[in-house]
Each structure stands twice: as C-alpha cells, then as structure tokens.
C-alpha cells in the first residue's frame, strides 16, 4: 500500500511538470515499458463519470503513430467479459474519482513500438449507451529509437545512486541560442525531491543562481565536436539525506556569469523501491 | 611370447598409431591437471589478493537493448572520479576489507565476509553487508585482472526484475 501511495504521489508529481492530464509512471516511458496511467475523473472537461461507483473501463486506443486497427484489443462494448477484464480501471481507495490502470503499451494494444506515439484513454461505464465517461486523454510515448538533440543524459534511466553524465551538444542549438557560442559552460541544477518524512520539496537548488559560475563541480567539460557534459552522482553531489527520493532533475546550461542560458531540461530518476 | 608374434606386432602400423595417441593423451593429460584446480579452494584462491581497481566502464543498458548507435552505449568512469583509490583485499579465508580512498562506493562495505556463488566456477560475489557483484569473465584472472559487474534492474508493479537499464565493469589488477 505504503509503495502504491508513493507511485501516485510520483505520479501526481511528474504530472505538473510535463503538463499531460493522464499521470504517468515512469513519467518519461517508450512503448516497450511497463506504465502506471492515473486518471482523475474531476481533471476531465466531461464529469458524467465524477461520483460514479460502479465499475469503470479504460477505452484505449493509438491516438498518432498508427495507420489501421488502432484500438486497443479490449474494446470491446458492453464490457465486463473476460476479454475486457484488462481494461477494468482500479479506483483508489483514498479518492474514489480516481483511476489507474498498469500495461505495457506493445502488449496492450498489439502493436509494433514504433506504431504507438501517442496513447488516447477514455473511462467509461459498462456501456456507452449509459452515458457515464470522460473526454478523451492523450499521453505523448518517448520513442524507441535514438534520437539526437542538444541535450541528452547518459544513461538513459538511472536511479539517483548512478552516475549520471548530462550532455549538451551545441550543434543541435539554432543559431539565435545565446549559449551557442560559449566555450565555457556552468551547469544550474535544481530538484525536486520527498524527503524521507514524506513532505515534498520543488525546484531545490544545488547552489544558487548568482554561485554556479564560482562552483567547479558544476562545470561543464569539453569533449570536443561541441559536445560537452557534466557527470555526477546525484546522491552524492546534491547531500541528501537517508531516504530522500529525487523526482525530478531539472537543469539550464548557462554562461559563469548567468547572463546567458538555455531552455530548462528535465530527467527523471528510477524509484530506488 | 615367441619372436614371430613379437615381429608381427612391431611391423603392425596400428602399433605404432596406438602408441603415439597413448602418447597425446599422456602429454594432455599432463596440461589438464595443470589447469585443474582443487574445487575447494580453485576460484578462491585465484579471487584471494589485493586487489586495485584500474578502470570503470558504465553502459547503458537499456540504450544496447534497444539498438542506439553506440557512441551512446557506455561511458569511461575511470578518470571523471577518484576509482583508483580503490583498494579491494578478497581474503582467502572467506574475509574482504575495502580502502575506499575518494573513490565512490563499488563494494557497498568496507569489511566483511563474503560468499561465492559456487565454489568452482563462481558467477557472482556476494560482499555480505555489501553488494553481489557479477564475476563478468575468468579471462585475465590468471594474468592478475579480475573483472567485477554491477548490473541495475527494472521492475514491474508486481516488484519482479524485467529488464537491466544500467551495469558498471570494474576491472582490478593484482598488487
């Protein structure tokens, strides 16, 4: 229980920093892992489902990366038979509007990982024709295969107990980007973070803005080819204390001075649970 | 045995064939020993040293699963942290101790007993108070090089291991 209570509250968390109304966990996912998707029926533009107490269905479908037969094979109206039961929303005990359901998406739906870009979920009662659901939601999949940008993080999933190396690689910036021609690169490292009490703390700063620029361990190495990166142990580095789980990893690559800066990158560590 | 009988077998082809194959076998039987250990304390004695760690390999592993090209599979760690404080003595009397120096944490204990997964051809180390580390190959063990693996596995809602997303390689060199 107390581990369910800590995936929703991870949840919840990833939601309001990548804005998707299906809270997901892993908030970062392909096609190819195992998902938690937590729905609250009070978040949906259409509330007939909000107080309901019967049973309810997820209507899943491929909502952009699929040509043909894009429905999830559960789809099946009336539900409630044995071909639907994977699709039966499990309510929470601590708010009966809220719903989650866990699959992988190549299993669910049947299909190739490159065919699923974008997930569609409706909740629904046994049948439409009572008219209990919810407006569609969609949740945006990371694709299977690599693909190169201006920032990376190495390895791609990691727990805060790893090393971690960010990559910036300056020839993926446009033109206009004010850190494009910088040769000396600070990193700003901010976090979120639940403290072994259980209270959450957002946007936490390893040093303050005005000290990454006379911070060593915040600068960036050149790798040469314009790449450049910064590698830590986030445990290690931020001093946290026993039990405290990072969240979120949020990072600008700026100028010493801070008068120069990216666009504001996140990851997302692995729960150590 | 009369001198005819004697003479036939001397001049027999097949004499001299099976003579030299007893011959072979000998010989090998020789190297074999050689390379038999006594299963009490063969990997154990070869494991029981001090031991340096020379160099730290990370790969993603999720990143090899699903085929990304591969300047973006592995990362060498050896010189982005202190590794080469580390000094690991594997007893043979089943005890390990661990001088960390600045490096970080591999062992997960600076002391402590540990056990092997099978005594003859061990798979893993298991530094009790600590982690269990992969024994990743028996190539280079008798040169003096001990290979040690970390490997870091996902897991499902049901708490079951799926897929590895990262390891470390640490290679040792005998003091």
């Given at each position: 229980m107390k581990r369910t209570l800590f995936i929703l509250l991870i949840s919840f968390l990833s939601l309001d920093s990548i804005g998707q109304l299906v809270k997901t966990s892993p908030a970062v996912f392909t096609a190819e892992d195992e998902v938690t998707f937590t729905i609250d029926a009070t978040a949906s533009s259409d509330d007939r489902l909000v107080g309901y107490t019967q049973d309810v269905w997820a209507w899943v479908f491929i909502s952009d990366g699929c040509s043909a037969n894009c429905d999830a094979p559960t789809n099946i109206n009336p539900a409630g038979g044995e071909e639907t039961e994977a699709a039966k929303m499990t309510r929470s005990e601590d708010n009966p509007d809220v719903y989650s359901i866990t699959f992988v998406p190549t299993e669910f739906l049947g299909k190739d990982p490159g065919e699923i870009r974008e997930i569609g979920f409706v909740l629904k009662s046994r049948d439409w024709g009572d008219g209990i659901q919810t407006q569609d939601f969609t949740v945006t999949v990371t694709p299977i295969e690599f693909v190169p940008s201006e920032n990376r993080t190495f390895p791609s999933k990691f727990t805060q107990e790893d090393v971690v190396t960010l990559f910036l690689d300056?020839?993926?910036?446009?033109?206009?980007?004010?850190?494009?021609?910088?040769e000396d690169i600070y990193v700003y490292l901010f976090y979120d973070v639940v403290r072994a009490g259980g209270a959450f703390e957002s946007d936490v700063a390893f040093v303050a803005w005005p000290e990454v620029g006379n911070t060593p361990s915040l600068n960036m190495t050149d790798r040469g080819d314009e790449v450049f990166s910064l590698t830590f142990i986030p445990n290690e580095l931020l001093g946290l204390n026993q039990g405290d789980e990072i969240t979120s990893i949020k990072y600008i690559f700026r100028s010493a001075d801070g008068s120069q800066q990216s666009a504001t990158y996140e990851a997302f560590p692995l729960s150590l649970n | 045995m009369n001198q005819a009988i004697m003479k036939r077998i001397i001049n027999n082809k097949w004499t001299y064939m099976l003579a030299v194959c007893l011959l072979i076998i000998s010989a090998c039987s020789d190297d074999i020993e050689d390379l038999k250990l006594d299963p009490a304390e063969s990997k154990t004695a070869l494991l029981s040293g001090t031991w340096a760690l020379s160099s730290v390999v990370q790969t993603d592993e999720d990143a090899v699963r699903k085929g990304f090209p591969e300047f973006v599979l592995r990362e060498d760690l050896t010189n982005l942290f202190?590794?080469?404080d580390l000094v690991l003595v594997i007893g043979a009397d089943g005890s390990y101790s661990v001088t960390?120096?600045?490096?970080?944490?591999?062992?997960?204990?600076s002391s402590g007993s540990y056990t092997l997964?099978?005594?003859?051809?061990?798979?893993q180390i298991n530094f009790q108070g600590g982690r269990t580390l992969d024994i990743a190959t028996y190539n280079g063990l008798l040169e003096g090089i001990l290979t040690l693996k970390l490997t870091r596995f996902q897991r499902n809602s049901e708490g079951e291991i799926t897929n590895a997303f990262v390891s470390y390689e640490y290679k040792f060199e005998k003091q």
């Amino acid at each position: 229980m107390k581990r369910t209570l800590f995936i929703l509250l991870i949840s919840f968390l990833s939601l309001d920093s990548i804005g998707q109304l299906v809270k997901t966990s892993p908030a970062v996912f392909t096609a190819e892992d195992e998902v938690t998707f937590t729905i609250d029926a009070t978040a949906s533009s259409d509330d007939r489902l909000v107080g309901y107490t019967q049973d309810v269905w997820a209507w899943v479908f491929i909502s952009d990366g699929c040509s043909a037969n894009c429905d999830a094979p559960t789809n099946i109206n009336p539900a409630g038979g044995e071909e639907t039961e994977a699709a039966k929303m499990t309510r929470s005990e601590d708010n009966p509007d809220v719903y989650s359901i866990t699959f992988v998406p190549t299993e669910f739906l049947g299909k190739d990982p490159g065919e699923i870009r974008e997930i569609g979920f409706v909740l629904k009662s046994r049948d439409w024709g009572d008219g209990i659901q919810t407006q569609d939601f969609t949740v945006t999949v990371t694709p299977i295969e690599f693909v190169p940008s201006e920032n990376r993080t190495f390895p791609s999933k990691f727990t805060q107990e790893d090393v971690v190396t960010l990559f910036l690689d300056k020839s993926f910036l446009t033109d206009d980007s004010s850190i494009k021609n910088l040769e000396d690169i600070y990193v700003y490292l901010f976090y979120d973070v639940v403290r072994a009490g259980g209270a959450f703390e957002s946007d936490v700063a390893f040093v303050a803005w005005p000290e990454v620029g006379n911070t060593p361990s915040l600068n960036m190495t050149d790798r040469g080819d314009e790449v450049f990166s910064l590698t830590f142990i986030p445990n290690e580095l931020l001093g946290l204390n026993q039990g405290d789980e990072i969240t979120s990893i949020k990072y600008i690559f700026r100028s010493a001075d801070g008068s120069q800066q990216s666009a504001t990158y996140e990851a997302f560590p692995l729960s150590l649970n | 045995m009369n001198q005819a009988i004697m003479k036939r077998i001397i001049n027999n082809k097949w004499t001299y064939m099976l003579a030299v194959c007893l011959l072979i076998i000998s010989a090998c039987s020789d190297d074999i020993e050689d390379l038999k250990l006594d299963p009490a304390e063969s990997k154990t004695a070869l494991l029981s040293g001090t031991w340096a760690l020379s160099s730290v390999v990370q790969t993603d592993e999720d990143a090899v699963r699903k085929g990304f090209p591969e300047f973006v599979l592995r990362e060498d760690l050896t010189n982005l942290f202190p590794f080469t404080d580390l000094v690991l003595v594997i007893g043979a009397d089943g005890s390990y101790s661990v001088t960390q120096g600045n490096s970080p944490d591999v062992i997960g204990s600076s002391s402590g007993s540990y056990t092997l997964d099978d005594q003859e051809f061990p798979s893993q180390i298991n530094f009790q108070g600590g982690r269990t580390l992969d024994i990743a190959t028996y190539n280079g063990l008798l040169e003096g090089i001990l290979t040690l693996k970390l490997t870091r596995f996902q897991r499902n809602s049901e708490g079951e291991i799926t897929n590895a997303f990262v390891s470390y390689e640490y290679k040792f060199e005998k003091q």
